[in-house]
C-alpha cells in the first residue's frame, strides 16, 4: 500500500493541502488534485515545457517535481498570473500578437514568459538582443504550431507595456 502524505503549498497566491503520495508529479497534483487544467502534459519528460509552472519564483517543468518536493513552497501556474478578469500582459499580448495557436505548449509559454517580462531579462535591450535573448530563455518551451516570431513579438510587446509602466 502507497503511504500518502498531506502537504501544504501555496498555489496562485492561496494556501492549499493536498494528500497524496510524495512521488506524485507536481503536474498531477496540479491537474488531479487542484484541479488546475491549465498546465499541460506534453511529453512527461521534462523536454517540451508544456507543464511550465514557477515554483518559488523560478521557471521549472512540473512533470519533473515530485510533490513532497512542494511543501511549504509557492507555485504559481497559468491560472495565477491573471489579477482577477485582467490578463497579465504576456497574456494580452500573446492574444493580441497571435502567439497562441493550439494551445498544448500556451500555458508554459506564458508562465515562462512571465518570468522573462517581470524579471526584466530584457529590459533595456535593443530589439535584436532582446529577440535573441527571449528565444533562448524561451527555449525549453516547443511549438508545433508556429514558427515562434509570433510569440517573440507578444513577449517583446509585453516586456514594453510592463516596462512602460514601471
Do not use: F
Given at each position: ?8 503549498l501555496?498555489?496562485n ?15 498531477d ?31 521549472v ?6 510533490a ?11 491560472e495565477g ?13 500573446l ?14 509559454i ?15 535591450r ?22 515562434y516570431q509570433?510569440?517573440?513579438?507578444a ?12
Amino acid at each position: 500500500m502507497e503511504r500518502l502524505v498531506k502537504i501544504a503549498l501555496e498555489v496562485n497566491g492561496a494556501p492549499r493541502t493536498v494528500e497524496c503520495s510524495p512521488w506524485k508529479r507536481l503536474l498531477d497534483v496540479l491537474r488531479e488534485d487542484l484541479r488546475l487544467t491549465g498546465t499541460k502534459e506534453g511529453c512527461g519528460e521534462g523536454e517540451c515545457g508544456a507543464c511550465t509552472v514557477m515554483l518559488d519564483g523560478e521557471v521549472v517543468n512540473s512533470c519533473l517535481v515530485a510533490a513532497g518536493q512542494c511543501g511549504g513552497r509557492v507555485v504559481t501556474t497559468v491560472e495565477g498570473l491573471a489579477r482577477g478578469d485582467v490578463l497579465h500582459a504576456v497574456q494580452r499580448a500573446l492574444v493580441a500578437c497571435g502567439g497562441a495557436q493550439c494551445g498544448i505548449c500556451t500555458p508554459g509559454i506564458a508562465v515562462c514568459a512571465t518570468h522573462i517580462v517581470d524579471r526584466g531579462l530584457i529590459a533595456n535591450r535593443d530589439e535584436a538582443s532582446a529577440r535573441a535573448t527571449v528565444r533562448e530563455l524561451l527555449a525549453g518551451n516547443i511549438c508545433r504550431c508556429t514558427g515562434y516570431q509570433l510569440i517573440v513579438d507578444a513577449v517583446i510587446a509585453a516586456a514594453r507595456e510592463v516596462g512602460a509602466s514601471r
